[in-house]
């Protein structure tokens, strides 16, 4: 089994992707929306009042970023280890596909092509 090293931000960025995954959060969201929207008429709609709420979405929405790229980059890697190893213990599998997502487009898709031919020609068979 492979060791488990977390650095401190993957550690944060697992616990804000779960905490932010929840539907309380999406909740309490909704809440500040609704609590901004409120005070609207308090505040005169002023540029202040807008302001209020534009940039805090916009941090938000710009740190969540890269908080989604990092939970998506290793989500992905882990699945890519798995379907490798499910590869790898196949008798009838072709190996030489384990490693598909380091190759360029183009042989993507020449590897891609294959596949569908073989595809066409089993659906051809079973009539």
Request: net charge negative.
């Amino acid at each position: 089994m492979v060791p488990r090293v977390n650095s401190p931000f993957t550690r944060f960025a697992k616990r804000v992707s779960l905490v932010t995954g929840r539907p309380v959060t999406f909740i309490l969201a909704m809440v500040v929306i609704l609590a901004w929207g409120i005070t609207g008429p308090l505040f005169g709609f002023s540029d202040t009042w807008q302001l209020v709420i534009n940039t805090g979405t916009t941090i938000v929405t710009f740190l969540m970023v890269f908080l989604i790229q990092n939970t998506q980059n290793r989500d992905t890697e882990a699945l890519q280890i798995k379907l490798d190893e499910l590869i790898r213990v196949q008798q009838e599998a072709n190996n030489a596909l384990l490693d598909l997502e380091e190759l360029d487009d183009d042989e993507l898709e020449r590897i891609r092509a294959i596949y569908l031919a073989l595809a066409r020609e089993q659906r051809e068979r079973d009539g």
